[in-house]
């Protein structure tokens, strides 16, 4: 069954420096993988996805995420981190089916001034 | 404006009351999710429709019920049966199933 890992409960960085939120994945095939933010009390917002071509891929808010297939890793990157940028990160993988997505548990970011 | 609405924000329900959650769209996607979080787990699928008329039951469907008439519509229904439904509800809709999903804003189910 597909399915992802974020290894991290919880992500400090203080404003300004780069920020990394992992996410790992395990799948039969080629993944499709994507990431969502949550602010408190919201729902999810939709940052990237990866279906396929290049490794490097750029979302929103000046988000990139970056696919390691020998790692099988989507760890998602910022090079300079805000402070707005404090909330809920969401890794997820579409299901084997081909519909709906199972959810890694969440990686809370906390960025300090 | 395009986008996901649900209704209520905020839901208490009583023992051994049915409520129905509403989840409405205006993005002409044929796919609609209902999926359901708590602290530290995730999302989990309750159920998701691909098309009208048309829906499956998700990885914790019990307890819990939907019906998909309109494509624009996708209620949940929460049961007496479900033991343990205070939780914070999450409704999406997506083009195709390979597609982005756009979240509504959930609603907040507490049981007294």
């Known amino acids: 069954a597909q399915s992802v890992a974020q290894p991290e409960d919880q992500v400090n960085v203080a404003e300004g420096n780069p920020l990394t939120v992992k996410c790992t994945y395990s799948?039969?095939?080629?993944?499709?993988l994507f990431w969502y933010v949550q602010y408190p009390n919201r729902g999810l917002q939709f940052l990237l996805k990866y279906i396929t071509g290049d490794n490097l891929v750029k979302g929103s808010y000046g988000f990139e995420a970056e696919f390691n297939k020998s790692q099988t890793s989507f760890h998602l990157k910022k090079p300079s981190a805000l402070v707005s940028d404090s909330a809920l990160y969401f890794c997820a993988v579409l299901r084997d089916s081909g519909y709906a997505l199972n959810f890694g548990k969440g990686t809370s970011l906390l960025v300090t001034p | 404006d395009g986008g996901i609405t649900q209704s209520p924000k905020y839901l208490f329900r009583k023992e051994g009351q049915n409520v129905t959650l509403s989840c409405e769209q205006n993005?002409?996607?044929?796919?609609m999710y209902w999926y359901r979080q708590d602290p530290g787990q995730g999302l989990r699928l309750i159920y998701y429709?691909?098309?009208?008329?048309?829906?499956q039951k998700g990885d914790i469907a019990e307890g819990y019920s939907v019906s998909r008439e309109k494509k624009e519509s996708f209620p949940l229904t929460v049961t007496s049966a479900q033991k343990n439904p205070t939780a914070f509800y999450l409704c999406a809709s997506s083009v195709t199933s390979i597609g982005e999903q756009f979240f509504g804003p959930g609603t907040r189910l507490t049981v007294l």
């Open positions: 429709s691909q098309i009208v008329n048309d829906f």
């Open positions: 799948v039969s095939g080629n993944p499709y």
């Open positions: 993005l002409n996607h044929d796919a």
